[in-house]
């Protein structure tokens, strides 16, 4: 099941990546020539691929993964709004209790998102079985450490997307500057339309690094904010799983 959702996840990034890069082309193209040439790498609509065009799709995907990321992070957060356990300073947690609480997280444990309610339950769990605060404790700090860890996973994607954009820019500078070279060898220095076709080489190498470097920028923002939010939220749910339940338990 989890590998058809990936399918289709991949099959729906294909889709919006290709409609993404013709609506892209078709912005630019109608730019002055400066700026179709740095956005785009060609002044005209035509078949041919530029480097521009494969790293506007490895920024909409990069992006499409962002907005993955945040609607995921908003369905996380939204589990902060119930209720499991009591957050009065005086309650206790008896055997009663927290038979009502293992009731109450059970089944928004099953949510991928629902990390909090987890988290509640096996700690829950882990108490009922050994009677321990020291070693339940010690379940919750191996349990954020493996969330954290988590988050740096799902991240990896978007991660190589960013390295992979300026590689792609970079490329595009040395093959500019490859055919600029190679202009050279082949013309004569009294041709006066050389120094043109070397511009407009040069100008290739330079723009793809330019265009590169924007959009990983771009990219590099939003990821680092959005990875130090998931992190933070993973950080606040094992403080409320501390202060109103661990600290609460009545141990036998």
């Known amino acids: 099941m989890k590998n058809q959702i990936k399918s289709k996840s991949y099959v729906e990034f294909f889709i919006y990546g290709s409609v993404g890069l013709i609506l892209i082309n078709l912005i630019f193209i109608m730019l002055p020539t400066f700026w179709a040439n740095l956005f785009l790498g060609k002044t005209q609509l035509e078949l041919s691929v530029t480097f521009q ?9 990069g992006f499409l993964i962002i907005k993955k990321r945040q609607a995921d992070l908003k369905q996380m957060s939204k589990y902060q709004k119930n209720q499991y356990l009591p957050d009065n300073f005086e309650d206790m947690i008896d055997d009663d209790v927290l038979t009502d609480i293992i009731i109450s ?9 629902g990390l909090l309610p987890d988290m509640i339950l096996q700690i829950s769990l882990q108490f009922r079985t050994n009677n321990s605060i020291a070693l339940t ?20 994607n978007l991660k190589y997307i960013i390295w992979l954009i300026p590689s792609l820019g970079f490329m595009g500078t040395v093959y500019g500057i490859g055919l600029a070279v190679s202009k050279l060898g082949e013309g004569s220095l009294d041709d006066p339309s050389l120094l043109t076709t070397m511009s407009a080489n040069l100008g290739i190498a330079f723009n793809t690094t330019l265009l590169a470097l924007i959009l990983s920028v771009i ?9 130090a939010e998931e992190e933070s939220l993973i950080n606040g749910f094992g403080k409320y799983v501390m202060d109103n339940l661990i600290n609460k338990i009545i141990e036998k």
């Open 219 to 227: 990219l590099q923002f939003f990821t680092q904010r959005f990875e």
């Open 53 to 61: 065009d494969i790293m506007w799709v490895c920024f909409i995907f």
């Open 105 to 113: 997280a059970k089944a928004d444990s099953k949510d991928e998102m």
């Open 137 to 156: 404790s010690d379940l919750l700090s191996k349990q954020l450490e493996l969330f954290l860890h988590s988050v740096e996973l799902r991240y990896n």
